[in-house]
């Protein structure tokens, strides 16, 4: 059985024009250091600059807004992580102090700045998968 719709052009007008766009997808690519849209642009021109628009499809990146949140999510993850390891050898071994010097400090650090743009390019494609902070193409149509 088909069920066959037609509409007008007035019915059509009505309908958005823009396509689903999947989170996780998105984040995804965005954690990949990749455009959230088309996946093969780089995100960063820089360490934690987003490019102004991609080279691939041209979607533009400019308008994304993750302001503190990827600093507070990596020390959010990354805390949870050290902490774990420490109590861990702790328990295990009881070094002395210089040794979990030695181990954690490094490890933060080394995990922190691997973490930061992998979490701030999820957010970023968040963003634009939420249609957020200007990603949205239809807001700037007239209603
Ligand atoms: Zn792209």
Known sequence: MTVE???????????????????????????????????QGQLYNRYLKVVDSCTECGQELHHHRADDAPPYFTIFVVGHIILAGVLALEQAYAPEAWVHAVIWIPATLVMSLAMLPRIKGALVGLQWAMRMHGFDEDSNRPV
């Open 5 to 39: 719709i037609k509409l007008s052009g007035s019915q059509m007008s009505g309908l958005s024009t823009t396509s689903e766009r999947s989170a996780s997808l998105a984040m995804w690519r965005g954690t990949l250091h990749r455009c959230p849209k088309c996946g």
